[in-house]
């Protein structure tokens, strides 16, 4: 949303390279959290982050990296051994723990490996 | 883990109908969220749910979570065009939210 910035829109690359999407935010949120949504399946939680220096995997986080350096920062590599990378990737952030507190999404960045 | 089912997946209404979509848990929820997302668009959170029992009304939209915190529904009343995009239910436990598959929402003019 306002205070989150996932760069580019639309990304494409080739089978076998990995790729790194940017999320941002200046909401001043400690948690961040990367989901990938596929045609009919919903979002999926790849990782989460509640702090700094803390990351921890979600459901699907096979193929899949994150760092968290900074508070504002959560960047997502999709790496060569995610068998079926193309899909559309949000990142997320909240003030707090997810079960008390609304989540905010990024706009999303469309991915296509060709 | 836990999973939240979402039915049906698609929703086709004429404008000025009532709907309701409905998402049920297989585990019981710390409470339930509540999100739209337009075409083409990212999710909104729309709203939280946290007592057993608890209804909770926007507008048109009236959103209620069961006595057992395990199953939760969204009801529009006199459907708009505005209304158009899929709908989420996610349930939260600790740090995570799970998503149900969404009801996509169609209106017919």
């Known amino acids: 949303d306002g205070g989150i910035t996932q760069s580019p829109k639309y990304l494409f690359r080739k089978e076998g390279q990995n790729v790194t999407l940017s999320c941002e935010q200046n909401l001043n949120h400690d948690a961040m959290y990367w989901y990938r949504q596929d045609p009919g399946q919903g979002l999926r939680l790849i990782y989460y982050?509640?702090?700094?220096?803390?990351?921890q995997k979600g459901d699907i986080a096979e193929g899949y990296s994150v760092s968290r350096e900074k508070k504002e920062s959560f960047p997502l590599t999709v790496t060569s051994a995610q068998k079926n990378p193309t899909a559309f990737y949000l990142c997320?952030?909240?003030?707090?723990?997810?079960?008390?507190?609304?989540?905010?999404f990024g706009p999303g960045t469309r991915l296509t490996v060709l | 883990g836990q999973q939240v089912m979402q039915i049906p997946q698609y929703q086709h209404v004429q404008e000025g109908e009532d709907f309701t979509t409905y998402c049920n848990s297989s585990t019981t929820l710390s409470n339930i969220q509540w999100y739209k997302q337009r075409p083409g668009g990212h999710p909104v959170f729309l709203i939280q749910?946290?007592?057993?029992?608890e209804v909770k009304k926007q507008k048109r939209l009236t959103f209620q979570f069961g006595e057992a915190k395990k199953n939760s529904s969204l009801h529009i009343t006199a459907t708009q065009t505005t209304d158009v995009g899929t709908y989420f239910c996610a349930g939260t436990n600790d740090y995570k939210l799970s998503f149900g598959a969404g009801t996509t929402v169609t209106v017919r003019a």
């Open positions: 997320a952030t909240a003030p707090g723990a997810a079960s008390r507190n609304e989540q905010f």
């Open positions: 749910l946290v007592k057993s029992g």
């Open positions: 982050s509640q702090i700094v220096n803390d990351f």
